[in-house]
């Protein structure tokens, strides 16, 4: 952002004004992976390494900064893993390569991928991305250097993303078919471009040993969190998308006769149809529903984050899904929509990286936005009742996880966090009675460890040889003293009665 611009914003929103400012001095990207002591990880130190990291700044205006940021190896390990999934992109979307090149081109890539010295020249002029491919050759030099661990996992996944994709863009060049038809159909497709991706992300989480080995099977919740992006991007990105032919959003949405019924009207033939004058309302009805299919994965995706414990990994997986979620609430009955390109502004989606800092505050961030929209959610909308529900289920995983009658307080003194209730919360009379009782077992449990610390073994009273010595002894005394006494009373009656 420019001087001039910033200083626009400080008259008009200088709240705004304060968050940018606010990231720009505390939050913008610290590493540099050019310095000497960083070259083992970065790979800054050779030629094809530094190509690969300006490709990645070229390619990727939303990824290269929190990529930059990983620790360790993870960062130039998810660069390449991000070239190699951009160059078959590119392949994908080239609407100049015949059917017949294109086939077997997608699903040889998982081999050319790590070729040395292949390169790829036949790429349209217009596609943005072709100079990856003309000098692809620096990208499979950098792969092979990667640890076996890690490239088998890009290998792998390339394998099954090529397969998919090939799939889709054979049965679109043979049959004409350009729609999604089925709701399956478009989270199959999703699955192929972006879950395959969280799965490839998260293998290599475990992969790298910053994350737990079982991370790597969670493949379900890693699959949701790239539905969740995926199903967003293609929702927001709508009307480009339509323009240029591509047609994400399944008919078995959009077609509903449901959504004109109301209304008095058929049901949308044909995708452009949701952008002409007098649509309005119907259009928002179908937007509506495919808002709902995207929120049906948020619990997942919270779940994921919860099992995440390396900043830099949390950090890289969690500002995408809160970004995705300020994204929904921003199309969601917004018409905008459907005539250009919206996108949240800059002061919020800095917020959103400030703040994506932890599984609580990521968690709250979902809540407010599922609370956004079903405030803007009306009666009228054929999919009021399932809005409600999806925004009900975000609403009771926080409470479930991070209830709101629990607040985290920080002493100024100390660094130390401390949990404070509130009063007026039912649930406070028990959670302290539960605080009360755990006090109270660590007490004795305490006391009962000292105890055990004078004796050898723990075992009960007779058993320890100390024990039985302490009852010898006072079963003695109790003998010796029997026996004094009745001495005594013998010598006393001797004594009165001679
Ligand atoms: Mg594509």
Redesign the pocket.
Known sequence: MGALSMLVLLLTHPLEFRTLLQYKLWHESNRDISAPSEHVHSGWDRKSMRRCWYFLDMTSRSFAGVIRELEGDLARVICLFYLVLRAL?TI??DMTLPDEKKQPLLRAFHEHAVTPGWTFAENGPDEKDRQLLVEYNVVSEEMNRLDACYRDVIIDIAQKVETG?ADYAHRAATTGQLYVEKISDYDLYCHY?AGLVGEGVTRLWSASGKEAPWLGEQLELANSMGLMLQKTNIIRDYREDVEEGRFFWPREIWGRELYGKALGRPAFKDMPEMWQPGNEQQALWVQSAMVVDVLSHAVDSLDYLRLLKTQSVFNFCAIPQTMAMATLCLCFMNYEMFKRNIKIRKAEAASLIMRSTNPRDVAYLFRDYARKIHRKAVPEDPSFLQISVACGKIEQWCEHHYPSFVSVATSATSANASQVFDPSDARTTIAELTQKRDRELAIQKRASELGLNGRVNAKPLGENPDDMKEIIFYVACAFALVIMVGLGGLWLLLKFYQ
Do not use: H, P, Q, T
Request: aromatic share 0%; hydrophobic share 40%; proline share 0%.
């Open positions: 992109d994908e979307d994709m471009v």
